[in-house]
C-alpha cells in the first residue's frame, strides 16, 4: 500500500489553530479514496510560507524523504508548503531525488510547470500583501493610531466602532507604568548608568516590558534605531513610524533590520500620548550625547586598532561563550580586570550568584582537568570502548540497507529490462513509457543509496588510547606559544561544550565542572598529523591545527575541575 505523509500549516497572517486539522482532514479524506495510507504527519503552526528555513515541520520530512519513510507527500495546496519560489523549487527537487511525489488537492501532482508558475504567483502574492499592510498600517499611523506593537507605558484600547467592527491602533496610557518611565528618565538624567537602573527595579520586583526582567539595553536601546526608553519619542507626544524596515536573509530565514532614510519616516503628534516633559527629556538627551562623547575617544582608538585578526571576530578569551554561572545558566562573561562575572547578576540583578574568577585562574582550572581527569588512560579507554560500540552498531545498519536496496535494484532492474523486451517486440504504450521512467528514476536513487553505504568502517589503531593522552599534552604546550595559541586554543574549544562555575560555601569557593563529549574527542584523534620536510612531527603534527566535526552521539562527559 502506497505511504503518504500529510504537510499541513497556517502563517501569522492566518490566526486560525482550527486551520492545520482542517487541512489535515481533508487530506485524510483524498487520502482514503486513493487507497493510501498515512504514516506520518508533519505541520507548522503560526510560521509563515515566505520561506522553509525556519520551519521544523518542513525541515523533518525533507529527512525523513531521504531515508524513504513514506512514498507521497500531500498537501492541501501548494501555497501551504511554501509561497516563496526558490524554496518551492528546491523542495521539489529534492522530494525528485528520493523519488517521491508532491501530490496537492488543488493542483495534483506537482510538476516543473507548477514550480514555475504558482511559485511566481505565490511570490507576486507576498510582495502585493506587504505593500497593502504597509500602506493601510501608513494610513493608521497618519491618524495618530499605533502601527504596530505596543510601547511600554500604554494600554491597547479595545473597543468597537458604530458599525460593529473592533477599532485597532488606539492606545491608552498606563498610569503605574508612566510612573516607571517618568522614574526611569529622572535617573538617567541624573547620570546613573542604565544597567544600574534596571538592577534597581529588578530588586523591587516591578516586571520589564513584556513581563521580563529589565536589562541595561532596555534602557538606553540604540539612538538611531529608535529603541530603548530613553529614545522612544512616543513618551513626548510623536509617534514616529517606518524607522526601519525588515528583510530576510535568504540564508537564515531571519528578518534583519535597515534604517530607511529620515524622509521615509511618518510622524504624528499625538499629545494625549505623552508621558515625559520637555525638560526631562532634554536633560536626558544632555545625558546621552555627554555619554556619546565621552565614549568617542575609546572607539576611535578600537577601530585604529583593528587588524585581520580583529575582523575574524576571534573569541575574547580562550573560554568566551563557554562559561555558564551554576545559580541562572546564564552566561559567565570577561568584565574588569580580566575577571569572569555571572552577566545576570550584574546586568539585570536577577541572580544570587555575586563570586567571580579571575582568567588566569580558570583557565589553567580547565587546562590541568583536561590533562589530568578527560585524558586519564581510563577515560580513553571508555571513549573507546564507546566509539566501537556505536561504529559497530552504524556498520550493522549500514550492511541492513544496503541488502534492502540491493534486492529493490535487483527487482527493478529485471522489470527495466521486461519492458524494454516489451518495447523491442512493438508493445510501446504511454503507460508503459511511464512506468519506464518510474522505474529508472527509481534505480538511480537506490544506486546512490548504495554509494553511501559503500564507505569502509573506521578503523582504530591499537595505540590510540596513549595517542589521547600525548595529543593533549602536545595541546597544552602549544598554548604557551604565540604563533600557535590562536589554532591550539580553537582545537581546545571543540573539546569542551561548556563549563559551568557554582559559588561553594567558603569565602571565595568557586566549583568548576566542564561538559565535553567523547565523539568530538575522537573525531579529533581520527585526524591524521601533519609532519615537517624531513618527515618528523612538527607542533601542528601535535594535533594543533585541527577541523573538529560534530560527534557521533555518546552521551557528555562530565567532571569537576
Known amino acids: 500500500m502506497t505511504r503518504v505523509a500529510l504537510y499541513a500549516r497556517y502563517s501569522s497572517d492566518q490566526q486560525s489553530a482550527t486551520s492545520i486539522e482542517d487541512q489535515l482532514r481533508i487530506c485524510r479524506e483524498q487520502a482514503a479514496r486513493e487507497g493510501w495510507s498515512v504514516t506520518a504527519v508533519y505541520k507548522d503552526a503560526a510560521i509563515s510560507g515566505a520561506s522553509v528555513v525556519l520551519r521544523p515541520g518542513i525541515q523533518a520530512l525533507l529527512q525523513d524523504a531521504q531515508t524513504r519513510q513514506f512514498d507521497v507527500v500531500m498537501a492541501e495546496a501548494l501555497d501551504r508548503i511554501s509561497r516563496d519560489q526558490a524554496d518551492i523549487a528546491t523542495l521539489f527537487k529534492h522530494m525528485q531525488f528520493a523519488g517521491i511525489p508532491i501530490v496537492t488537492l488543488a493542483e495534483g501532482e506537482i510538476s516543473e510547470l507548477h514550480v514555475g508558475l504558482k511559485g511566481t504567483m505565490n511570490a507576486l502574492f507576498l510582495k502585493d500583501l506587504a505593500k497593502k499592510t504597509h500602506r493601510g498600517l501608513r494610513g493608521r499611523v497618519e491618524q495618530g493610531k499605533s502601527g504596530g506593537g505596543i510601547s511600554y507605558g500604554y494600554n491597547v484600547v479595545r473597543r468597537l466602532n458604530s458599525e460593529g467592527e473592533p477599532v485597532r491602533g488606539e492606545r491608552t496610557i498606563n498610569a503605574d507604568q508612566a510612573e516607571v518611565v517618568r522614574r526611569i528618565f529622572r535617573e538617567f538624567a541624573c547620570g546613573i548608568p542604565p544597567r544600574r537602573i534596571a538592577q534597581r527595579l529588578n530588586a523591587e520586583g516591578i516586571p520589564g516590558p513584556g513581563g521580563r526582567p529589565w536589562g541595561g539595553t532596555t534602557v538606553r536601546g540604540h539612538t538611531k534605531r529608535g529603541s530603548g526608553l530613553v529614545n522612544n519619542e512616543l513618551y513626548i507626544g510623536r509617534l514616529v513610524w517606518n524607522r526601519q524596515r525588515f528583510i530576510k536573509d535568504p540564508s537564515t530565514g531571519r528578518r534583519v533590520a535597515r534604517l530607511n532614510p529620515e524622509s521615509d519616516w511618518i510622524v504624528a503628534e499625538v499629545p494625549e500620548l505623552r508621558i515625559i516633559d520637555d525638560a526631562t527629556w532634554q536633560a536626558a538627551k544632555a545625558r546621552q550625547a555627554q555619554i556619546t562623547t565621552q565614549y568617542a575617544g575609546v572607539i576611535a582608538g578600537i577601530h585604529a586598532a583593528r587588524n585581520p585578526l580583529n575582523r575574524t571576530h576571534r573569541p575574547k578569551s580562550l573560554l568566551s561563550g563557554l562559561l555558564r554561572c551554576g545559580c541562572c545558566d546564564g552566561p559567565y562573561t570577561l568584565r574588569g580586570q580580566g575577571r569572569f562575572a555571572c552577566s545576570n547578576h550584574l546586568d539585570t540583578n536577577t541572580c544570587s550568584n555575586s563570586r567571580t574568577i579571575t582568567r588566569a585562574k580558570i583557565e589553567q582550572r580547565v587546562l590541568d582537568g583536561l590533562r589530568d581527569k578527560l585524558m586519564a588512560p581510563e577515560a580513553a579507554a571508555e571513549a573507546v570502548r564507546a566509539f566501537v560500540a556505536k561504529t559497530n552498531r552504524l556498520n550493522h545498519e549500514r550492511q541492513a540497507t544496503r541488502a ?115 565523539g568530538v574527542i575522537l573525531d579529533w584523534l581520527n585526524e591524521k598529523p601533519k609532519t615537517t620536510n624531513d618527515n618528523t612531527p612538527g607542533a601542528y603534527a601535535a594535533g594543533v591545527s585541527l577541523s573538529l566535526g560534530a560527534g557521533v552521539g555518546f552521551e557528555p562527559t562530565t567532571f569537576r575541575l
Not at 529493490?408 to 529485471?414: G, I, P, S, V
Request: hydrophobic share 40%; glycine share 6%; aromatic share 2%.
Open 404 to 518: 534492502s536496496s540491493q534486492i529493490e535494484l535487483t527487482k527493478a532492474e529485471r522489470a527495466i529490462s521486461g519492458i524494454l523486451d516489451a518495447i523491442e517486440d512493438g508493445r510501446r504504450t504511454p503507460a508503459l513509457m511511464a512506468r519506464l521512467y518510474e522505474l529508472e528514476d527509481r534505480v538511480a536513487v537506490l544506486r546512490a543509496q548504495q554509494a553511501d553505504t559503500d564507505a569502509s568502517p573506521v578503523a582504530l589503531h591499537p595505540s590510540i588510547a596513549e595517542t589521547y593522552r600525548k595529543k593533549v599534552a602536545r595541546l597544552a604546550e602549544a598554548l604557551n606559544q604565540p604563533a600557535e595559541r590562536e589554532e591550539a586554543a580553537t582545537a581546545l574549544r571543540g573539546l569542551i561544550e561548556k563549563v559551568v562555575l557554582t559559588p561553594g560555601a567558603q569565602r571565595g569557593e568557586m566549583h568548576a565542572t566542564l561538559h565535553g563529549e567523547f
